[in-house]
């Protein structure tokens, strides 16, 4: 009696293991797919990887993410640096094409032409600074070094079974 009573909990707290490690790989690969920088480390702190097959799988997903994140540094494929793009266009063509002292007759007596002239320079200058800005796709560049850095910490973490890091 005593003997299975011992077995049983021995089974039941070993699988109970295995299943909350799986759950664990299961959010360490949600959190690099989703390029999670912050959690990725904080996984990786608590847990690491118990042994090399599962560090291998990992980083060749890290890699297929990086891949991918190359390929989505394009102002087409950006949707925030296109919109960004876009509001910077229509900001410098606003500034060049609206005729500000034309239609509203109540501002043209408070603005003189050189305030109507220095608030469309102001625009157009502003318009041509954020679209020249978003042609380098900041957003999408942030979202690759993330991903490259979650690949480098993979790489560099440590297999718990050998109980050394390898550089």
């Keep these: 009696m ?11 707290s070993l699988t109970s293991t295995c299943v909350e490690a799986r759950r664990d ?16 480390k904080k996984l990786l702190k608590r847990e690491g990887f118990s042994d090399e097959k599962q560090k291998k ?6 890699e297929d993410i990086v891949e991918e994140c ?37 501002l043209a007596k408070i603005l003189s032409k050189e305030a109507d002239r220095l608030l469309r320079f102001c625009l157009i200058a502003t ?5 020249l800005k978003s042609l380098s796709c900041p957003a999408a560049s942030r979202v690759l070094e993330d991903a490259q850095d979650i690949e480098d910490m993979l790489r560099n973490a440590c297999v718990l079974s050998k109980h050394t890091c390898e550089s």
């Design 70 to 106: 190359e390929k989505n540094v394009s102002l087409l494929r950006s949707k925030q640096d296109f919109a960004l793009c876009a509001c910077g266009i229509a900001c410098a063509a606003f500034g060049i094409f609206s005729p500000i002292l034309k239609y509203k007759k109540n």
């Design 57 to 62: 799988e990992l980083v060749g997903i890290a």
């Design 127 to 131: 318009g041509v600074y954020i679209s």
């Design 25 to 40: 790989i299961d959010r360490l690969v949600s959190a690099i797919e989703e390029i999670d920088l912050v959690l990725v």
């Design 2 to 12: 005593k003997c299975s009573v011992l077995i049983s909990t021995l089974f039941l």
